[in-house]
């Protein structure tokens, strides 16, 4: 067997950063969109956000394809049994809400009758026929699927900095773009 | 010849009898949409009330008829938001111009049964000449009458404002009708 590796490949660095630029666009954009009245801008602020959230879950799908099929760096063997455990549960439960929350917005969009055209370019199919209480059903499934992200995030966040200024190991480091030699 | 010619005569005398009593639109079978589109999103909603007389003989088409009048304030975006932005002043003002109406001019056979509607479609207060070509197809009752044509919504002052912005929302809007005429079946 190889040695265990040291840190991330290049692809799983950038696909994580990627991914986390993206939430942290459109998570606000979100937000402000819906407080909007109806105004041209508010239409083109909804088509973005779809469109960003689409791209989310392109990339997260791949992510986990990725994940799926390269070995992560070890966790370092002094990291208490609770924390492991912990770091564990929070990325699984990432990993799943990246997809589900993007799903929850395709479905939503779907249930509202305006489907999605990614780009403005590539129509994407509906995942459910148009039916308005199963809109408005949606609308909260998506907000509360975010809260949910929101908190994890947060926690993960803090996690991250806890490591790399309380107990200064490199778990932080391992993420971050490469020094020269990294993995590919 | 002569059969071909009585033939022919059976086959006209069919269809204006079939025709005969058009004129009584069933509203509950009939449909009114609209097609646009929103961000390059494909959209599409109803006007939900409207009405429309017709007279039409397939064999006397030039003496054909319809008129059609809408209640604005009947449309039906598939939002209760968008429904309510566009009964107001920038688009519909439905306050003020409640009805949309469209009076044919003139109707001609376009061979099959493809014919041709022309007339005056007013909408918010303006008038302008149309054309819209339809098909009919007879039924035991009367006929439907199914067809669409497209319209440019500024050229109605429809949407203006910060809503002239047609990347936005499209200057192109496809108006498709299924207007079913005839008296209704007897049971009911
Ligand atoms: C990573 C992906 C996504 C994130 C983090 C996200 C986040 C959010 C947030 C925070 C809101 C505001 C909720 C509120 O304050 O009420 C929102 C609203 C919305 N999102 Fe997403 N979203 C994502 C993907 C999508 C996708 C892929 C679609 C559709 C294809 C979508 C469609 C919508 C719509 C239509 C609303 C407005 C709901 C309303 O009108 O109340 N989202 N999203």
Known sequence: MNAPPACYTRTAIALHWLVAALIFATVPLGVYMVGLSLSPIKLRLYSYHKWIGITVLALSVLRILWRATHTPPPLPAALPHWQRAGSHAVHVALYVLIVAVPVSGWLMSSAKGVPTVWFGVLPLPDLVAKDKSLGEILTGVHQGLNIVLLSLVAAHIAAALKHRYIDRDDILERMLPHRPGGRA | ?188
């Open chain 2, 1 to 188: 010849m002569s059969r071909l010619l009585a033939l022919l005569l059976a086959l006209l005398a069919g269809v204006s009898a079939q025709a005969a009593e058009i004129g009584q639109v069933q509203a509950d079978k009939s449909r009114l949409s609209f097609a646009y589109t929103q961000m390059g999103v494909p959209m599409e909603g109803t006007f939900r009330r409207f009405s429309a007389k017709m007279s039409f003989d397939p064999a006397r088409v030039p003496s054909a008829r319809a008129s059609i009048e809408v209640d604005v304030a009947g449309i039906d975006t598939g939002s209760a938001e968008a429904d309510q932005e566009v009964k107001g002043k920038l688009w519909f003002d439905a306050a003020t111009h409640p009805t949309a109406h469209f009076v044919s001019t003139a109707v001609k056979a376009l061979g099959g049964n493809r014919f041709e509607a022309r007339g005056k479609l007013t909408l918010k207060g303006r008038t302008l000449d149309t054309a819209a070509p339809f098909t009919f197809t007879p039924t035991p009752q009367g006929g439907a009458f199914d067809g669409a044509f497209t319209l440019k919504r500024l050229d109605y002052a429809i949407g203006e404002g910060m809503w002239a912005d047609v990347s936005a929302v499209a200057n192109e809007v496809l108006i498709r009708f299924h207007i079913v005429a005839g008296s209704a079946p007897a049971k009911k």
